[in-house]
């Protein structure tokens, strides 16, 4: 243009002389032009340098609006319609009111929006929503329609509360790696980069659909929040968790909510490899150790308060909560809290939580009385070691249920013989898991007797025992909770096993003898064999006399527990036979009933007790026949 004007001065320069000749007014208007065009240029790379996403979107989405992804990597985007922009870009409406005026998601969206109860959460302010294109809805795939479901509407509203962001965030203040906040809670990942502007990995179609409450970013697919455990496979820094974990993915797939405490692997690297090496071994124990990790509802940092505790999925065994500088869950610092999954909530920790023995375990769950009884018995210490064993836990109603003075019998016996019968009675020396059982089981006890199983609809059963809550791992076995005591044997076998009552066992069944009605509990004084050789020839001639042999053993039979704790001097007890018996505590000797000695006490049976004894009692008045 210069060549249009006299000499070789400037454009600038010749304006400011004021010296042209009419036939440089049209070189003039030229240069004008370009003046005006570089001075415009100038001004849009100044505001796209202020505002770097506003042409980068044009460049990278298209001047038709849709993104250039490889339409193959999402399935929505396969089959997309030749139009590219759904929405009108700027609405004198709500963000439901612009939905509204599109005839497919007037027929869904809104619809699920209503559903949802999430109305005005749509109509506030401000608010970006990234929703997926009308032609994902028009699909009636099983993906959608799930959704319409009644039992998911909690699903829904999580969905939608997904695309919600509770701020005004258009085009041109999205960064590449940002990670936008979302009204429910899981953060939405952008990247931006030379193959199209992406939310959740899916391109962005059209961008900046205004309207009077917010702005709208459309999708090129269907995305829902991410779960737990994908949740944890993306992170990077949860590969030993993610390994470890043969059951997490099926757990932590579920559509419930979870809260997981999920150790790092820095972590699992502070666990002896040893220890390590043993618990991936057995998939079961593993499958316990990492449901001690998890909470079968959601719990975040707001709700944890200090001595708080919460019931784990393993077996039901409690976390604890401190709060100091950080929160703590059983002694470990949580680093990061309420990552936010559509299936609950996870929480970092430095380290692992190490499974706790199962007399630990027993006492922080309630169970006190089979503590006690545990420590009465000296077993404290052989059950804290690490075996394989299986213990069938009373709950302590269920030693509260057995006869009065039961309890306190076993407890306060000088060898304690009984008591260990009767724990031992609950343990298996092996670990059972409740899949393991069935209907018609024996399973042979540390006692030495065995357990009969049975499995219905009503639930699994341990010699009738009802088995509440199952499959505690602990470091030391696996526990079962029941709401009966599991007393080892009958009285019949009481007598049987001990050698010393084949007479008084014969005598019974030839009375027909199988304990009092209802199976109620009741107390024998047992004559030994060497008592009744006392009777010599007498002995032969009851058993030939039914109903003076019925009235002399009825005569040794109290109803009810009458344990040695409860006997006094000159306590007097009524037989079944009608007439009371007396016991008598001489000073310095065995305890007496009636004329004989009462040689052992308190042999606990299921359905009595036994009390030895070295003589043949007679009711007052008989006459031997």
């Known amino acids: 243009y210069q060549r249009r004007v006299r000499g070789t001065k400037s454009l600038i320069g010749v304006l400011k002389e004021g010296r042209f000749e009419g036939k440089d007014w049209r070189g003039i208007m030229r240069a004008s032009i370009v003046v005006l065009f570089v001075l415009a240029s100038v001004f849009a790379l100044s505001l796209a340098q202020e505002n770097k996403i506003s042409l980068g979107f044009e460049?990278?989405?298209?001047?038709?609006?849709?993104g250039a992804?490889?339409?193959?990597?999402?399935?929505?985007?396969?089959?997309?319609?030749?139009?590219?922009?759904?929405?009108?870009?700027?609405?004198?409406?709500?963000?439901?009111g612009v939905l509204g005026q599109d005839?497919?998601?007037?027929?869904?969206?809104?619809?699920?929006?209503?559903?949802?109860?999430?109305?005005?959460?749509?109509?506030?302010?401000?608010i970006t929503l990234f929703v997926p294109a009308p032609y994902v809805f028009s699909r009636a795939s099983a993906e959608l329609l799930k959704y319409e479901l009644p039992e998911n509407v909690g699903k829904l509203r999580k969905l939608l509360q997904f695309w919600i962001s509770p701020s005004y965030s258009p085009a041109n203040k999205l960064d590449d790696g940002m990670r936008l906040g979302t009204v429910f809670g899981q953060p939405i990942s952008i990247v931006l980069n030379g193959t199209g502007a992406y939310a959740n990995g899916l391109p962005l179609t059209q961008v900046d659909v205004t309207a009077t409450n917010g702005i709208i970013h459309v999708v090129?697919?269907?995305?829902?929040?991410?779960?737990?455990?994908?949740?944890l496979v993306e992170n990077g820094n949860f590969k030993s968790l993610v390994s470890a974990g043969v059951g997490v993915n099926k757990i932590l797939s579920l559509d419930e909510e979870y809260t997981l405490f999920a150790p790092t692997d820095a972590a699992f690297s502070k666990v002896p490899q040893q220890d390590l090496k043993t618990l991936l071994s057995d998939a079961r124990k593993l499958l316990g150790f990492l449901n001690y990790h998890l909470l079968n509802t959601k719990v975040t940092s707001k709700q944890v308060t200090h001595g708080l505790t919460a019931p784990t999925a393993n077996g039901g065994q409690l976390l604890t909560f401190a709060l100091k500088d950080y929160i703590y869950v059983n002694g470990q610092?949580?680093?990061?809290?309420?990552?936010?999954?559509?299936?609950?909530?996870?929480?970092?920790?430095?380290?692992v939580l190490a499974l706790k023995d199962l007399v630990a375990v027993a006492k922080e769950l309630g169970y006190n009385t089979f503590v006690s009884a545990v420590t009465a018995a000296n077993l404290t210490a052989a059950l804290k070691t690490a075996e394989p064993r299986t213990v069938f836990i009373p709950s302590d109603q269920a030693f509260a249920d057995l006869p009065a003075g039961v309890l306190t019998a076993l407890s306060q016996s000088a060898s304690k013989t009984e008591l260990i019968k009767v724990l031992t009675n609950h343990v298996l020396n092996q670990d059972v898991y409740s899949d393991q059982l069935y209907n018609g089981q024996s399973l042979l006890a540390a006692a030495g007797g065995y357990l009969s199983v049975n499995k219905n609809v009503s639930g699994v059963t341990v010699n009738g025992a009802l088995i509440t809550k199952a499959d505690g791992v602990t470091s030391s076995g696996v526990v079962h909770f029941i709401d009966k005591v599991l007393i080892p044997r009958t009285v019949s076998q009481i007598l049987t096993e001990s050698g010393q009552f084949s007479t008084l066992v014969n005598l019974l069944g030839l009375i027909n003898f199988q304990g009092l009605p209802n199976n109620a509990f009741f107390t024998l004084f047992a004559p030994t064999d060497a008592a009744f050789a006392k009777l010599g020839a007498v002995a032969t001639r009851l058993a030939n006399n039914r109903a003076a042999l019925t009235t002399v053993l009825t005569y040794h039979v109290v109803a009810g527990a009458a344990c040695s704790s409860q006997l006094t001097n000159g306590l007097?007890?009524?037989?079944?036979?009608?007439s009371n018996v007396t016991i008598t505590l001489p000073r310095g000797a065995s305890p007496m009933v009636n004329q004989a000695n009462i040689l052992f006490l308190d042999h606990l049976g299921s359905n009595g007790i036994v009390h030895f004894v070295d003589d043949v009692l007679l009711p007052p008045n008989f006459s031997l026949p």
Do not use: M
């Not at 992804?69 to 609405?91: M, T």
């Open 59 to 66: 460049e990278l989405i298209g001047s038709s609006g849709y």
């Open 220 to 231: 090129g697919a269907f995305f829902e929040p991410k779960g737990i455990f994908q949740l």
């Open 572 to 578: 007097q007890l009524t037989t079944v036979q009608g």
């Open 69 to 96: 992804a490889d339409p193959a990597v999402v399935l929505d985007c396969q089959n997309a319609p030749a139009e590219r922009i759904f929405l009108p870009k700027s609405n004198p409406d709500t963000v439901l």
């Open 103 to 126: 005839p497919i998601y007037s027929q869904t969206l809104v619809r699920w929006i209503k559903l949802a109860g999430l109305t005005q959460l749509f109509n506030s302010n401000p």
């Open 333 to 351: 610092r949580v680093s990061q809290t309420d990552v936010i999954a559509s299936n609950g909530v996870i929480h970092v920790i430095e380290g």
